[in-house]
Nanobody, 121 residues
Framework: QVQLVESGGGLVQAGGSLRLSCAASGTISSIGSMYWYRQVPGKQRELVAAITSVGATTYADSVKGRSTVSRENAKNTVYLQMNDLKPEDTAVYYC???????????????WGQGTQVTVSS
């Protein structure tokens, strides 16, 4: 089994910065792509950023230029640095990690518990 623990959310004023972290632990042989999503009540969960196993990154247009996704493979951890935060960034942020346990073809998707980010104007 694999567990994901998120941290780094909180309350920040507009223009401020936050760094979210998501650490995976458990039976892990390899980690594939790692993702950050966010969700506000009444709306669908949306992809914010992604990073592949070789470090290629993609971003939602809404955060491009203000956010940086990175990973530290030795710690099975993915980060999301968010700068120049806006009130519309307020949401619960979730990490999603693709993990291979033992069998070469047994890749599974795991989700973090979510961390609240609130940006005040």
């Amino acid at each position: 089994q694999v567990q994901l623990v998120e941290s780094g959310g909180g309350l920040v004023q507009a223009g401020g910065s936050l760094r979210l972290s998501c650490a995976a632990s458990g039976t892990i042989s390899s980690i594939g792509s790692m993702y950050w999503y966010r969700q506000v009540p009444g709306k669908q969960r949306e992809l914010v950023a992604a990073i592949t196993s070789v470090g290629a990154t993609t971003y939602a247009d809404s955060v491009k230029g203000r956010s940086t996704v990175s990973r530290e493979n030795a710690k099975n951890t993915v980060y999301l640095q968010m700068n120049d935060l806006k009130p519309e960034d307020t949401a619960v942020y979730y990490c999603n990690i693709i993990v291979r346990a033992n069998h070469p073809s047994d890749w599974r998707s795991y989700w973090g518990q979510g961390t609240q980010v609130t940006v005040s104007s």
